[in-house]
């Protein structure tokens, strides 16, 4: 906080200003740095220096208290007295021009005592018990909050740990968060004196980390001017072009939405609704990502109109007018009303044709949520007040404390190691849209976009979600690496085994942070055999996916069985026996041979065709190699069944993949009294196993039921009849 000095004439501090919307003039630092060095002659006064934050508070809160600010800005020019910025200016300048931006987005007083007194514990001999006994326990914790650690304790980790503290904060009151943006914009603003190089290291913690925390938070007004100050550091040529694109459009006569305002303004007069339209012009980021998107920019291209009315149905009745009386882009259209974004965020955009072919953008929405999208929770007032009013209007349980960071200080609680943190947290944040899910007791997971059934599971069971299996979304079966949609509904279905264990292949589908560490810790914790922990591998050799644990060869039951058979060939599923013979056909002196593609047992339908050796195969009438046959003028022969009910069949059985699996299928079988001939198990495949099973059944009544235990087997989602398409043609 106290490294980063001003420096009037750097381009970098004129970029945000060209779209400032107050119409109050920008304060002199210096002035007011004099002010507070030269003191207030009575102490009963309000000082001077802090009367353009008093100015901007009333007009938000006209009956706050100034005595706290009173008294917090009398300590914070004392304890700085004498300290500079490394532009000559007085420090008392900073926490001053801090406190004064978040006093313009309508901070209340206890946000703004603590941001004036944000530095003092860290670059003064102030302590934490004397903000304590004067200020109260809320104004501590929070100047605790933004208060750096000392890299004299924490080496290269003190950034990275001071974020988590903050954080850690943040989780108990976001308000630390709004002084730590209010504080990194200011010295973002008057970043000019510091080297090249530290200036780029702190534009990029400022990109990668603080703008999506102000995006989350809902602060746009802070977002969007960290974005352009982070722009023309970072990107200094885009950032040339982008300031020469938006100089020549000034630079035109005509603008085409000066003439759409008035449009708007005509058609809405008419409709007697209350309303008030502003031209809100594109920050320079945004201008350059629309460059980027359409190619040369028109006019229109180069800001918004904004309709502001009064409540939210007169915000419908608006949108009903425009697109009654000019022409709507109907492609255009969202409502954040009825759905509001995950940061608050609520208003309609839609679009309008004029009859030159310019698009104006419109958004329109109430006073209200206008207040709540520039200032987000800053909005909130003091949202831990008792009978605190959610701007939201109940849209969101608690907007003190978001899903996402709710995530966030669960995933840090698991990452121990500063790296791991550090790397992971600008990942996370780098997801910047987050969907909804419903669970089937209609509850929800909020989860950021792109998420798959792995993260909803670690979402919901935290580290037994190792146990699950697989899902069901929107009632149908899915894998687990199955990305989920806005709106989707996901049942997680769980295994019963204790001994669960998750599957390296799981990272591949993992985007929460939450999942991934939680299935690296247990991937770290249980290594198997070749890997570096249990030392050195065979070249070429490579690791069994943990997912598929249980199946021959694995630890577990099915390890202390004798090895199933390789995949068995058509000879060997097909071959004759005597066990077999229980099909008549029409053709004397003939053997018998079941067919393995479609495996016909009584009572099914079937029919037969002559192959070589005076042998006739048996078919399904509905399998897939007898059209074949037919179709090449193959002549059929008639089949029967004869008394004896023996049989062979195959079934196929699908599966999630668990520990185990194979020795429960097994021994289900065998329960029922049937010999398995052969076994064939495909390796799995996003957690999904496939079982061929070659089976002589005592009796063909009995496979409904054989099936049906089958099913019952935990982790098994199906049992069917084997269809071989291949091997059809005998």
Partial sequence: MSAEATNPATPVTVTPGVYRRKSRPRIDLRRLGRAALLGSATRDRLPDAIGHVAEAHRAHHPDADLEPLRRAYLLAESSHRGQMRKSGEPYIT???????????????????????????????????????????????????????????????????????????ATGNDVRVMSIKLADRLHNMRTLGVMRPEKQERIAKVTRDVLIPLAERLGVQALKTELEDLVFAILRPEDCQRTRELIAKNTAHGDDPLTETAEEVRAVLRESGIPFEVLIRPRHFVSVHRISRKRGPLRGADFGRLLVLVNDDADCYGVLGELHTCMTPVVSEFKDFIAVPKFNLYQS???????????????????????????????????????????????????????????????????????DTFWSTLRQDLAQDREITVFRPDGGTLGLPAGASCVDAAYAQYGEDAHACIGARVNGRLATLSTVLKDGDTVQLLMGQDPASEPSREWLDHAHTPAARIAIQRWLAAHPLPGDPAEGASEPGVARPRAGAAGYAGAPGPAARRPALPARPTPDALDAPGPRDANAVVDLPGASVRLAGCCTPVPPDEVTGFAVRGG????????????????????????????????????????????????????????????????????????????????????????????????????????????????????
């Fill in 94 to 168: 900073h926490p001053l021009a801090v406190t004064l931006i978040l006093a313009e987005l309508g901070a209340e007083t206890t946000t703004l005592t603590a941001s004036l007194l944000h530095d003092t514990v860290e670059d003064t001999e102030v302590t934490l018990d004397q903000v304590r006994a004067e200020f109260g326990e809320e104004v501590r914790y929070l100047v605790d909050g933004v208060t750096k650690l000392e890299k004299v304790d924490y080496g290269a980790a003190a950034e990275p740990e001071t974020f988590r503290k903050m954080l850690v």
């Fill in 348 to 418: 309609l955009h839609t679009a309008v044709a004029r009859k030159d072919g310019e698009v104006a953008e419109v958004l329109i929405r109430t006073h209200q949520m206008h207040k709540v999208a520039e200032a987000g929770v800053i909005a909130l007032g003091n949202p831990y007040a008792p009978g605190a009013e959610d701007p939201s209007d109940g849209e969101r349980a608690d907007p003190t404390r978001p899903g996402w960071l709710s995530r966030l200080l669960e995933w840090q609680e698991a990452a121990p190691d500063t």
């Fill in 615 to 730: 042998v006739v195969t048996v078919h399904r009438v509905e399998c897939a190699g007898v059209a074949r046959m037919k179709s090449t003028g193959r002549a059929e022969i008639g089949v029967r069944w004869g008394d004896t009910t023996e049989c062979r069949v195959t079934l196929v059985a699908e599966s999630f993949g668990r520990p185990h699996l194979l020795a429960d299928l097994t021994e289900a079988i065998a329960l029922e009294n049937v010999a398995i001939v052969s076994a064939t198990v495909e390796p799995p495949s996003q957690q999904r196993v496939r079982h061929t099973y070659t089976l002589q059944l005592p009796d063909a009544a009995h496979l409904p039921t054989l099936m049906r235990a089958m099913r019952d087997v935990p982790g098994v989602f199906d049992v069917s009849r084997a269809q071989h398409p291949a091997a059809a043609a005998h």
